[in-house]
């Protein structure tokens, strides 16, 4: 069983009337990578402050390797944090940027010298040691700014939005460094981010937020395939999943959920047996787990178009059902016509139903561990 690195136990943090963070609890293990992701106020940043001590919570307990550290301060809780905005000191040369936090704790030379080496060539800026950031890129200065901290050797490396100021090629070319860093280190790392994309290429395990509150808790693949709740499956997907609503009917001896003259039958995989006839109920497809439907599928239903938008490769139709917009991803090519029909099937074991009412994913079915 893999070590747990770092424990959350009920953390809350008030400030005056608000609540930043509603008693929130989570375990990583050792060499893991864990993303915390939600929208700006969500609480993502407050937990960091407060894991790395610039924040007292207000309850609960903050575990690192089993010890409490609430009374630690935050020089001594040997926690590494790279901001947003590099935070690296401008008139220092990147050699002398690296050294920094070695210098405070008291090394010698010889094995500053050494280290600088290590992480300077790891990180590819062995070329760049004598320059000012004032001379360097983007990317260059991100590096500087993680290579800073890994030199100290910290037993987390929280990140905190450290790739929001790149253009969108940089944030690529970083997110591969962040992955080979990972790897490479086997560092336990902690990746605040709004950005979907970043959470589930980077991280083994999602923590998402919204409001103080923590949502769901669980593998990439997890939170995408299998949300807990609608706000979950919103935030994550682009486009995000189609959410249809209606209510449930009995057909030949099946459950179909049904919205005005639409009709889509719910896959057994999907617990839909269980559901009483009349109530109303969410169903939860995401766009690229419909297909087009053969003439004699059981599960197709059919709805009508009111947009067509080619992508390249790949092209976004846009449908009703009912009251909803229902988005799918077909292939370039597919014979579908603005205002007109598309006969669709969903993947059964990725369907979802949600309550009407609360939004949480009922019966909740599959995942991967």
Known sequence: MAKIKLELVNLRKEFGDLIAV????LAIEESETMALLGPSGCGKSTILNMIVGLETPTSGDILIDGQSMLQVPPGNRNVGLVFQDY?????????????????????????????????????SLSHQLDRRPSELGASELQRVAIGRTLVTNPEILLLDEPLSNLEAAMRNQMRRELRRIQAETGQTIIYVTHDQIEALSLAHRIAV????YLQQYDTARNVYEYPANRFVGSFLGNPPMN?????????????????????IPLPSESGAASLSTGSDIVVGVRPETLSVAAADDPGRFTVPVIAVEPQGPETVVTATFGDSSLKVIVPAGTNVETDGSIDLVPQSDLVALFDAESGVRLMASGGAE
């Open 22 to 25: 509603n008693d929130v609890s």
């Open 87 to 123: 935070a690296v000191f401008t008139h220092m040369t990147v050699r002398r940027n690296l050294a920094y936090g070695l210098k405070i704790r008291k090394m010698k030379q010889a094995e500053i010298d050494r280290e600088i080496a290590k992480v300077s060539e790891f990180l």
């Open 209 to 212: 937020m919204e409001f103080g």
């Open 243 to 263: 959410f249809l609503k209606g209510k449930v009917e009995e057909e030949n001896g099946k459950r179909i959920v049904t919205s005005g003259n639409s009709r």
